[in-house]
């Protein structure tokens, strides 16, 4: 027995020491080279006939029995036996066929939706937050969430009763057609949403390229594409919430992705509820209405086949509106506004800016707009050693530097050009030493995936410092002169070797090092166990 665990044991190690180093994708390992897409759009097809297959065979049991009892000595002919399944199954379809919302309710957008409310729109939800009165409370125990407005000073006596995030309160969420922030000073709120469309609802076309449409939603209302708020959709926004317009804006996940639609990641995504996708009536004024008896069922096909008509459908599948464009400034380029500040965060830790190409190619075919850069050498007569400040999409890269603002006019199909001021998050050279110290541990440090919801305190405080200090020098009167530097700078090209991502070869020494240490942190864990 003792030999066979040995044997078991050495097994372990030898696997071990091939497959674990696989996963050092800090240096470009293999597991991450690994085509995962097309990974996950295979598993998703296999799944789906593997369910088929499972409830072909459930069906063929009752149908055609191997012993004759229960249901078979109930009806001893197949025939009926047939007959008597297609009666109950249509009986089934046609009860709750209308129920589209059970989609929405097995899906993780209510679990999603719930933490941003308690987590940021909750914030609100204090006395100084409802100045119209628009919650409206049920006696005296029915109190805000936050005794004091959060914005004001931290006290232990102000915070001690703040209820618990787990807690439902009245006033964490906000109607939508009662959210007004620009009406006291803020800004004119717009969430940016996807809506999927893989087949051209006009032709039946297979639509191969974009999968999606563009969609604003705003207390102005609701803005497709290039067109601006669409009348008539009031009446739907006063049944929806700000938080679920924010959770539909991230769901990043999900049998719809805009460009990203693959029918194998839609179907293995639809069947094990990994989806935080959103179906929502049409909100166009004049939409066709066809049937909605089966509602449910066709929007079920749709969503696990990546069958979405989009946009004159009677139901639209939402998603996150960086499924078309992630920097959300597509739905500004309609405004034709003078100035624009692009915070360029996705992550991209080769600094290929892979977001803003997708922006300049859109705005030039959906706007007739044209973006172009300034060379930041024509900036030094105007803007000093500020223009210290600015690079190019070729001359910002993942090294430490102090360019970190890239400056690009906008020239519009008709009328006065604008000004795009994209900042980019990059280590700078005199950072904060909590700071350095963070960005030395974490080789992709500002450029790290969200694929790790677990925020730590030193990430998170790391992330907010940096941005504070690149956001420093932006004020009113630097933002005042952006437009005219725009309008007389230089405009300059972009090298494509550039715009290529690096390739780093590992040393033999690293590879081999990598190895041993794999074999090593195994060896011990083998050892334990046997």
């Known amino acids: ?228 708020p669409v009348p008539g959709a ?30 194998g990641v839609a179907a293995l995504s ?21 049937p909605t008896f089966l509602s449910k069922y066709r929007a079920l096909l749709q969503e696990m086949f990546a069958r979405f008509p989009g946009l004159r459908n009677n139901d639209w599948y939402l998603s996150d509106g960086g499924h078309f464009d992630n920097t959300g400034v597509y739905a500004l380029l309609k405004r034709k506004l003078r100035l624009i500040v692009l915070a360029d965060c996705g992550a991209d830790p080769d600094y290929l800016f892979a977001d803003v190409e997708n922006l300049v190619r859109k705005a030039r075919i959906d706007y007739d707009a044209t973006i172009e850069f300034i060379d930041p050498a024509s900036l030094a007569a105007l803007a000093g050693v500020q223009a210290g400040w600015f ?30 001021l994209i900042v980019k998050p990059r280590r700078s050279p005199d950072m904060p030493l909590d700071v350095a110290g963070y960005a030395g541990r974490e080789g992709d440090f500002p450029q790290q995936s969200t694929s790790n919801q677990f925020f730590s305190e030193s990430e998170w405080e790391s992330y907010c410092a940096l941005g504070t200090i690149l956001g420093a020098p932006i004020t009113e009167a630097f933002l005042a002169r952006l437009p005219s530097w725009a309008e007389k700078g230089t405009v300059v090209g972009t090298d494509m070797a550039s715009m290529k991502a690096p390739v780093v070869e590992r040393p033999r020494s690293k590879r081999i090092a990598a190895t041993v240490g794999a074999s090593l942190g195994i060896g011990a864990i083998a050892t334990g166990a046997i």
């Not at 639809?270 to 066809?290: C, E, I, M, S, V």
């Not at 001359?395 to 006065?416: K, Q």
């Open 1 to 228: 027995l003792l030999g066979n665990v040995v044997y078991q044991g050495c097994f372990v190690l030898v696997l071990a020491r091939m497959i674990i180093p696989m996963f050092k994708t800090k240096e470009g390992g293999k597991i991450a080279n690994l085509p995962w897409a097309m990974i996950a759009n295979i598993i998703g097809m296999v799944l789906v006939v593997g369910v088929a297959i499972f409830w072909l065979t459930i069906f063929q049991a009752i149908i055609f029995p191997t012993q004759d009892h229960g249901f078979a000595q109930l009806l001893h002919n197949a025939w009926l036996r047939w007959l008597a399944v297609a009666l109950a199954s249509a009986v089934y379809i046609l009860l709750n066929g209308r129920l589209l919302q059970q989609l929405n309710r097995s899906s993780l957008h209510f679990f999603y939706r719930s933490r941003l409310a308690r987590a940021y729109v909750s914030v609100g939800n204090s006395p100084e937050g409802d100045l119209d009165g628009s919650v409206h409370r049920a006696g005296s125990n029915d109190t805000p969430r936050f005794k004091v407005s959060p914005l004001e000073e931290s006290t232990r006596e102000r915070t001690q009763d703040t209820a618990g995030v787990t807690r439902l309160v009245n006033g964490d969420d906000i109607c939508m057609s009662a959210y007004h922030p620009h009406r006291h000073g803020g800004p004119v709120h717009l969430v940016n949403c996807c809506i999927n469309q893989t087949v051209d609802d006009r032709t039946g076309n297979f639509n191969a390229d974009r999968n999606g449409i563009y969609l604003t939603v705003s207390s102005l209302g609701v803005e497709t594409g290039t067109h601006g």
């Open 234 to 263: 009031d009446g739907w926004l006063s049944r929806t919430t700000l938080a679920e317009w924010v959770a539909v804006s991230g769901a990043a996940i999900g049998s719809g992705m805009g460009s990203m639609t693959r029918p």
């Open 270 to 290: 639809f069947l094990t509820g990994l989806r935080l996708g959103y179906w929502q009536a049409n909100l166009l004024d004049g939409a066709p209405k066809g």
């Open 391 to 420: 690079g190019t999409p070729d001359t910002i890269a993942p090294e430490d530097g102090p360019e970190h603002f890239l400056l690009a006019r906008i020239r519009y199909d008709e009328g006065p050009s604008g000004a795009l």
